[in-house]
């Protein structure tokens, strides 16, 4: 499975747009990079999916370079209640072993007014 | 839509106690899974289920056992209950695996003393 690499924390302002970079060094090509939103005391919700370029939706965009090495989840003008633990997940290949994925610690963002 | 159902959604146990935690999805999905998330980590999967009639352990399975009873319920259960297994369980499910992303539901706190 492949291992993702995010940062610990991140602190914004409302209204900035805040960008998640994620590190997967050894995707395999089959690989999705997915990513999810996690309030306190709430299980973990899924924002967005892509596997190569870019992917937007009316929460968030994901940019993933040519060689899918890494991703950048973009939240724009966020708002205090985007205030979550996200996380990077790579994997989900066709096949049985597809139907596992691995969370890491994730990125807690803290967004001030 | 209900979506993702667990519970109980608070339980204390005794040490050496058994208990069942159960999980039903109502959205059709072929695969479900059980993870657990301790204070202040991601969550790390303990079994799945890729479609009704299998299941397949995760990373951390030692404790435990799982019942796929039918497509919508998947069921995890504690034998002998340890204090190392005080965690927030989540169940999930995905329409065809990790591709199609997760919906989670919103956990079972367990305290096991």
């Known amino acids: 499975l492949a291992k993702t690499t995010q940062p610990i924390s991140m602190d914004s302002y409302e209204g900035q747009e805040v960008n998640i970079t994620c590190s997967h060094n050894n995707i395999a090509t089959n690989d999705y990079i997915t990513w999810y939103q996690q309030f306190p005391s709430q299980g973990p919700r899924f924002i967005i999916q892509g596997y190569k370029t870019k992917v937007t939706n009316e929460v968030a965009s994901l940019f993933i370079p040519a060689d899918r090495k890494s991703s950048t989840l973009s939240l724009p003008r966020v708002s205090l209640s985007d205030t979550a633990v996200y996380y990077c997940?790579?994997?989900?290949?066709?096949?049985?072993?597809?139907?596992?994925?691995?969370f890491g610690g994730g990125t807690r963002l803290m967004v001030k007014p | 839509n209900a979506g993702v159902t667990q519970t109980p959604k608070f339980q204390v146990l005794k040490t050496g106690q058994s208990m069942t935690l159960q999980c039903a999805q109502d959205m059709n999905h072929n695969s479900m899974y059980w993870y657990r998330q301790d204070p202040g980590m991601g969550l790390r999967l303990i079994y799945y289920?890729?479609?009704?009639?299998?299941?397949d352990k995760g990373e951390v399975p030692n404790g435990y056992n799982v019942s796929r009873l039918n497509k919508r319920e998947f069921s995890l259960r504690l034998e002998s209950a340890a204090p190392s297994q005080t965690s927030v369980y989540f169940c999930?499910?995905?329409?065809?695996?990790?591709?199609?992303?997760?919906?989670f539901g919103s956990g079972t706190r367990l305290t096991v003393v």
């Open positions: 999930a499910s995905s329409e065809r695996g990790a591709n199609y992303g997760y919906t």
């Open positions: 997940l790579v994997g989900g290949g066709r096949g049985n072993a597809g139907n596992m994925l691995t």
């Open positions: 289920s890729a479609s009704e009639g299998t299941t």
